[in-house]
């Protein structure tokens, strides 16, 4: 009740601060697999939006809202460092720019390991620190038939003996972060996108992720430019996030032209990101609409995917 109690109370602030953290959404330590259990994590942020939208709603008039610590956080589930924790950073991001008494948002932390680091700082970046119990649980949890649990740091991570991160390169969440940040460089307006898509095989839609939330999310920026270069008139970038397990096609009218700019990222979501070379990347142009695309130029978004596209 903090935050209900200092809304009635204070006066004449500028903001106030908050550190929306959100849970997995799982409930045993399972790796978020392509499934009901990656969705489960990815359907994460949208209810954690919906409680933050509730506390936004005690404001008082004028007083804006600092977002000066978020990120996935969770002891239990060993998701930290996963490729699902980036694309539920990717999602919270796009939510936190759809209300506009949100003006500071700050993604926690910079450098560091990966429950909360978007840069590795050095091969430890998935360990955590020592891991508990040392290698003897693991081969004991083994020929008991249990899979082994390890603990570090009071998290949960991915693996006894976790694959080695290369030293400032991007984390999953890094990775994430900086494609949004790249999107919005030298942007002055946000708005939010209502992605028509449908199966990149043509039949059915795309399910929406646990508690309701689409499975396919996106937002159009669009400015003058990076500071310092020559402005662009009708600059815009868009980015659009596929949080489902199936490819989509997506029209991207009014958003994007033929001969515009794309790069695409994507995996398994419950990949250990641990430098440059473990997503798959792929980019190129867009094609021009023909004659039986009246909805404009299309592009196809890959199961568990950032597209970012520049006009």
Known sequence: SWNEGLAATVRGAAALAFHPYFRSGLSAPVLPRAGATAGAVLGAPARRWSATRAELAQLPPGTRAWMTEWNLFDRQVPVHGTWAQGLAVAAFGLDLLSDPRVTTAENHALVGSAPFGAIFTD???????????????????????????????????????????????LSASGVAMSQLLLAARGADR??????????????????????????????????????????????REALLINLDARPVRAQVRGIAAGGDSFEQLWGDPALAVTGPGSLHRRGGRLAAAGPNDPGGPAVVLPAYSLTRISG
Do not use: C, I, M, Y
């Not at 209502?194 to 795309?206: H, K």
């Not at 689409?214 to 430019?225: H, K, M, T, V």
């Open 123 to 169: 091969v430890n970046g998935l360990s955590f620190g020592p891991l508990a119990g040392g290698a003897g649980t693991g081969a004991r949890g083994a020929r008991s038939g249990r899979p082994p649990v390890a603990r570090a740091g009071g998290f949960t991570v991915l693996d006894r003996q976790p694959p080695a991160t290369v030293p400032f390169t």
């Open 190 to 235: 946000a708005q939010t996108l209502s992605v028509s898509a449908g199966t990149a095989g043509g039949a059915g839609r795309p399910l929406s992720l646990p508690g309701g939330a689409p499975a396919q999310q996106g937002e159009l920026f669009s400015g003058p430019g990076v500071p310092g270069r020559r402005a662009v008139s009708g600059r």
